[in-house]
């Protein structure tokens, strides 16, 4: 019995004899296989199947084996096409894979030949199946929007809009796992550059190759350089460059970094001086103002980057937009693991927005895609988070009170912690205590 993910053939024969001993043939090779006897009953099973290869006849009544590849392309695109031809008829079978079909095979037919080019046609449609899905997955990554409402991000993306049409270099601060990458797509998409983003984290770089890395080497500058290789400097031309934990420079790159941004030139290893074009964002966690005074980070070089800052703030700066991010990465990673579109309960929420987030946005992905991974209902529960998220909002927001406390202190002590927890947001506060943001701005003052 094959399994729901062997590769399906469908094979198409107006001959029975042929579709009976081919059915066999894939059968022990472990395939899924279907049958037709035209053209047209081919089309009919493509419309309500999944077909990875089609080895059809060319030589059918009614519709011809070419004629059956062109409809393909609109009925099964993706699906590999193997022609069946006899003898004397090579032109048609070139003909066939002008048309797009993968390969043909002779008649009469080998066991082994047709086996071997049927597989061969199946890790093609698997190879480009495959591409087209890290392709998918690299353009939401790189189009992944900016989520949120607060504020602290408000104010963060104003900055960018404003700064986007400009030259001016900028600085991105912030803490690890802020989205200071996406920050800085944000501003290149709205630029008016016509070349490509290409982003460098630096701290993943060995020290050792950072300079060929940005600069680029020629052929034979080092051992090991059995090639030339164009830097991501040279890449950046015309667009912009990212240099994420820009702290993270030696000083000798740092020199040569000042160069570029004074002179528009630059020298790979081993080679002459090269000249480049591009806008510079540059993202740090550290803070360069004491690496200046501590002499590990150049002075010149800080203000030459140092035209635009922008801080990416914290999520527990912006913990009114923790609802909004759950929703999106629930989103994001139901549709990313082919399960139901989850709901969140009103506990895991109120959990996950009275946690502090150490570490930021990148660590409230982290924790719903490993929910929706080892979930097994369609809402996120409290049960569904990690331990240190339950304990810390089990004790966030205890308040005790006195026997007899007055109910008016009681609600203004109440309403004044909670704008605490929300940091002075009072919507949030509000929504969180299911009263009106007016009502909190007439207790509190």
Known sequence: MTEPSATTVLVVDDEPSNLQSLERIFGKEDMRVLTAGSGREALDVCRNHRVDVVLTDLMMPGMSGIDLIKALKTVAPDAEVVVMTAYGTIET???SMREGAYDFVEKPLKRMQIVKTVKKAAERH???????????????????????????????????????????????????????????RFIHERSQRDGTFVGVNLAALPETIVESE???????????????????????????????????????????????????????????????TFRLIAATNRNL??????????????YRLNVIAITSPRLADRSGDVPLLV?????????????????????????????????????????????VVLSKDDQLTPEDLPGQIIRAERHA????????????????????ATLEHTRGDKQLAAQLLGISARTIYRKVE
């Not at 103002?289 to 800080?302: H, Q």
Request: charged share 25%.
């Open 126 to 184: 698997a190879l480009v199946a495959e591409n087209r899905t890290l392709k998918e997955e690299l353009s939401a990554l790189k189009n992944r929007p900016i989520v949120g409402s607060s504020g602290t991000l408000r104010q963060a993306l104003e900055t960018a809009q404003q700064a986007a049409p400009s030259s001016a270099n900028v600085l991105i601060l912030g803490e690890s796992g802020t989205g200071k990458e996406l920050l800085a």
């Open 327 to 371: 929703d999106h990465f629930l989103e994001l990673y139901c549709r990313k693991n082919g399960k139901p579109r989850m709901t969140v309960t009103r506990e895991a929420l109120d959990a996950l927005t009275g946690y502090a987030w150490p570490g930021n946005v990148r660590e409230l992905e982290n924790v719903i895609e490993r929910a």
């Open 397 to 416: 927001g205890d308040l005790t009170f006195s026997i007899g406390t007055p109910l008016e202190e009681i609600e203004r002590r109440v309403i004044r």
């Open 289 to 302: 103002e004491k690496a200046v005074e501590a002499g590990s980070f150049r002075e010149d070089l800080y």
């Open 214 to 276: 940005l600069f680029g080497h020629e052929k034979g500058a080092f051992t090991g350089a059995t090639s030339r290789r164009e830097g991501r400097i040279a890449q950046a031309d015309g667009g912009t460059l990212f240099l994420d934990e820009i702290g993270e420079l030696t000083p000798a790159v740092q020199v040569k970094l000042l160069r570029v941004l004074q002179e528009g030139e630059f020298e790979p290893v081993g080679g002459t001086t090269q000249r480049a």
């Open 93 to 95: 079978a070139v003909e």
